[in-house]
Structure formats: structure tokens, C-alpha cells
């Protein structure tokens, strides 16, 4: 009788045992993907196969089903747990992978060129001022055009004043060429300008561009009526009239004459450019990315001494 008793205690000692260190492997691996699913989470999954994943997941599917057919709990609970994980990591390196493609994706981004990149407005004031003595400003305008603004009588002789010569001399807007040239050097940069609007302009805006913005190759330079025909992903522009038949997505660019409009997404300056499209691409806040040197700028002039 003892030695039975003894050899009873042995046997329950041993099954004790063994689903000890059955549920402690059980949960030791079952585990073991969390901190792999924190990875993906914070750092993405680019280096993680997803072929690999997927089979650990069909295997773990597997013993799910065998241990409902055999009525093993504990097989159950360990592989709901590591499908729960697998399924989640596999979600989330999908989800990075997918993110990555599209900030890795060349952008073709149109922008326009009067009271987007080169003052355009300022110098229409100075003139007209000059012109017909009168002191009107950029804020006289808010919800308005110039022409608005302008007497009748002197409708003319204003639109007059957009000669050749109006546009060879105009301020390029502040961060304009550097951000444009970080843009350039991301994506690709077409200038769009409705120039069949005031068509003396070619010449004269063709130059200035030249002059201010070398970088920016003829071939990706459009001067056109509608910008519907401009094929981007993205066209910057301060009217909203040529949003309405472009293809792609509108970003206007804040003028006083737009201020009342509503429909399109806005940025104010080219710092405002420059951060809406760092959170497109992924890369750091606008604070934080490095500044381009302009072309002629003293510190490209310094870099060119170095080089």
C-alpha cells in the first residue's frame, strides 16, 4: 500500500510538473511577439517578412483547430493569443509598408507664379498708386480684386499697367526658392502660370524665372489658360477658379482677394508649404529640416568655396 501511495504521489508530481513547464513554454512563446509587435508599432516593419508571418500564422491556425478537436484548453488559449499578436503585427508592418510607398512616391507638384512665388500684387499697387495718386493697400482688397477696387474711368489705363516690363522686375515671395528647391529635390516641380491672361508676359516671366529659379528645368515650365490641362498631383495656386476642373488636389495660396474662400485647403506663406508637405513625405517637422541654399545665396557661394 505505500509503496503505491509512493508511486502515486511520483505520478502526480510528474503530471504537476509537466503542465507547470507546459503553461510556462506556453506562455514564454506566446509572448514572445510582443515585444516584436512594439517594434513594428514604433519602429515599422520594413525588414520583417510578411511570407514569414503569414505561414506562422496558417500553422498557428492549425493547432487551433487541433486543439478543438481534441479539447486541449490550454492549446486553444495559447494559439488564440498568438494569432491575436501575428494578425497584428502583420497588420501593422501592411500598414507601414503601405505608408512608406506612398511617401517614397515622387510627387508632381504644380505651382503658380504671380502672388504665389513672385509678388505680383504689391507691385500692381505700387504702380497704380503712382499712376493716379492714391494710397491704396493690400488690406483695401481683402475679398477683392484690384480691378474691384478701381474706378471705372480708370479700368483701363490700371490693366494697362501690366506691361512686359510689369513682370521682369517682381519680389520673389519670402522662402519661395528655398522651399521650392527642397521641393525640387524631392518631387517634381512644374510651374503653371496662366499666362495667356496677359500674354506680353512671356518673355519677361520666362527670364525671371531663369534668373530666380535656375534650378527649375524649361521643359517643367507651362504657361497656359486653364490649368485643367497641367497633369499634378498637387497645383498651388492663390485662385480658386483652377481648382475647378484640375485633377489633382488644390492648395491655395493666401491672397487678400481669397480671404472669404472656404472650399480648398490653405497656407499662408511658404513655411506653411514647406511644413504641409515634410508631414506628407514623412520627414521631419518644418523646424527641423535643413534649409536649401538659394542659388547666389552667400552661404551656397561658401559651399561652392568648400566643395
Known sequence: MLLRHDHQGVMMSIETWSAVVGTGGALWTTTSFLPQLVSVRRHGGRDLSLTMLAMYLVGSLLWLAYGVLNGAGAVIAANVVVITLVSAIAALKIAGDRRS????????????????????????????????????????????????????????????????????????????????????????????????????????????????????????????????????????????????????????????HNHGEQRYARVSSWAEVREFFAKLDGTPAAADVARVPSPGSPVAARLDLQG
Not at 483701363?156 to 515671395?173: I, N, Y
Open 101 to 256: 510607398a506612398a511617401s517614397s512616391r515622387r510627387l508632381r507638384i504644380a505651382i503658380d507664379m504671380d502672388e504665389v512665388m513672385a509678388d505680383a500684387l504689391g507691385e500692381h499697387l505700387a504702380r497704380y498708386n503712382a499712376a493716379f495718386n492714391t494710397t491704396l493697400t493690400a488690406d483695401d482688397l481683402r475679398g477683392r480684386h484690384l480691378e474691384e477696387c478701381v474706378p471705372p474711368a480708370q479700368r483701363q489705363a490700371a490693366e494697362a499697367l501690366l506691361d512686359a516690363s510689369f513682370f521682369e522686375d517682381l519680389a520673389v515671395l519670402p522662402e519661395c526658392r528655398e522651399v521650392i528647391s527642397e521641393l525640387a529635390a524631392r518631387h517634381e516641380v512644374v510651374i503653371a502660370s496662366a499666362a495667356m491672361d496677359v500674354p506680353c508676359s512671356f518673355d519677361a516671366k520666362y527670364r525671371w524665372l531663369q534668373r530666380h529659379f535656375p534650378f527649375i528645368p524649361s521643359s517643367h515650365i507651362v504657361f497656359c489658360g486653364d490649368k485643367a490641362v497641367v497633369d499634378a498631383d498637387y497645383l498651388i495656386d492663390d485662385r480658386a477658379r483652377h481648382f475647378a476642373r484640375f485633377k489633382g488636389r488644390g492648395l491655395l495660396f493666401s491672397a487678400p
